[in-house]
């Protein structure tokens, strides 16, 4: 799945990044905690919503401390960013299939909605003046509307993960890329400070949040382990911990001495000096929580949720009546979305070479059992497959990558 829009292509079309301080989050985690760099131990505080009415409808927006709901895209159903304006008296909402929705002061400077797009849009970055941003897309396309340059994308080049985020430079006239294995790529004057590519990870990193500087960065980890590169401060971690749900990303406060993760079921996790306004963990049933944005000077964030991926329906597995197609390298993954024939990632799918495995094919994995050829990949090439698991700890049950039989139905 890729998309490269060189500059002058598509006019003002590219992808999204979190702006330095308005970083869009995907939200989430168990009971809300409040840690302090260093602390020996969690103090639990009272989550406080500030109007809100927490329900499982998508595309709602939940505002804590100061910051205020001005608007939901409640008939969205696939929203997967935020960010908010300059004034912080508006924002926008993303979608997956790239429509760009704005509310209060925030204006409308055009979107992806209803263009074909490789792979889905998961992030949104506003510029400096307000009067653009950029959409990101998982295969690292960038689109660009208003004000916003483009500096380069990864759209077209083969990736050894996909595009789980990024974020802008202070100056905006640049921005970085990061993927799930951890690999960081800089366009314009986003420099590079390290990356957690080529080292072996106990989860994979789903998000990036640069210093106020510009000088350096954060990545976080599904597991909520912190890598921090450049003049990144590490504060702390939820790495050691059990946790409710995985985190799904992360922001960062005023002063850059303190941050927040956060996880789908709405819990913020704050450090150093990021202060804790309230989480949607305790406050009853509610659609996944896919994004966060802070106010700048961090009294007080918005969340948005998004699509509950639906339980795939049973499909009926063919008679096995099986061929051998020998040994396959199997390896695991856990991210969200789509496959690349549109489906929801579920355990009835795999992830193939499709000029190997036909897209629509069922074969049978030792040890996994049959799954349907799906879905496919940059480093999917030859005899390898990639699984999909519900949980981190399912994939390491699986034990990560394995060299396992695999036959196919007739």
């Known amino acids: 799945m ?65 910051a205020r709901n001005r608007g939901e895209a409640a008939h969205v159903a696939d929203i997967t960013g935020i960010d908010t304006s300059i004034s912080e008296q508006g924002y926008w909402l993303v979608g997956g299939d790239g429509g760009v929705f704005a509310y209060g002061d925030a204006q409308f400077h055009g979107s992806m909605g209803g263009q ?85 990870m106990n989860a994979p990193i789903v998000d990036l949040t640069p210093t106020p500087s510009g000088q350096g960065y954060w990545l976080v980890a599904a597991d909520g382990g912190i890598f ?28 850059g001495r303190g941050y927040w993760l956060v996880a789908a079921d709405g819990g913020i996790f704050a450090f150093g000096d990021a202060t804790f306004h309230g989480s949607l963990a305790d406050q009853g049933e509610h659609a996944p929580v896919v994004a966060m944005a802070a106010t700048s000077d961090a009294d007080g964030y918005l969340m948005a949720t998004g699509l509950e991926p639906p339980e795939p329906e049973p499909e009926p597995v063919p008679e096995p009546v099986l061929t051998s197609l020998g040994s396959y390298v199997v390896t695991c993954y856990i991210l969200q979305g789509r496959t690349s024939t549109g489906e929801w990632v579920s355990e009835s799918g795999v992830a193939v070479d499709p000029r190997v495995i036909p897209y629509g094919t069922w074969i049978y994995i030792q040890d996994v059992g049959w799954r349907k050829a799906n879905d496919t990949g940059g480093l999917i090439k030859g005899n390898r497959l990639d699984i999909w698991l519900p949980t981190y700890a399912d994939c390491m049950a699986f034990g990560g990558k394995r060299t396992l039989e695999v036959w196919v139905g007739a």
């Not at 009067?131 to 340059?149: K, N, P, Q, R, V």
């Not at 970085?176 to 590519?197: K, P, Y």
């Not at 921090?228 to 922001?251: K, P, W």
């Open 228 to 255: 921090a590169f450049g003049d990144a401060q590490y504060l702390g971690s939820m790495a050691s911990r059990t946790l409710a749900s995985e985190i799904v990303s992360m922001d960062v406060s005023e002063t």
């Open 2 to 66: 890729s998309s490269t829009t060189p500059a002058g292509t598509v006019p003002n079309g590219r992808r999204r990044m979190s702006r330095t301080l308005r970083r869009l989050v995907g939200v989430a985690l168990a009971p809300a905690l409040a840690l302090g760099a260093g602390a020996a131990s969690i103090s639990v505080s009272a989550a406080t919503v500030d109007a809100v009415s927490v329900d499982t409808v998508p595309g709602r927006v939940y505002a804590f401390g100061e």
């Open 116 to 200: 074909p797009l490789n792979s889905p849009v998961v992030d949104i970055s506003a510029t400096s003046s307000g009067h653009g941003y950029w959409l990101l897309a998982a295969d690292g396309g960038i689109f660009s509307f208003g004000d916003a340059d483009f500096f380069g994308s990864m759209g077209g080049t083969a990736l050894n993960g996909e595009i789980v985020g990024g974020s802008v430079t202070p100056s905006g006239d640049g921005y970085w890329l990061v993927a799930a294995d951890g690999g960081i790529f800089s366009f314009g004057d986003a420099d590079f400070f390290g990356s957690m590519g080529g080292t072996t």
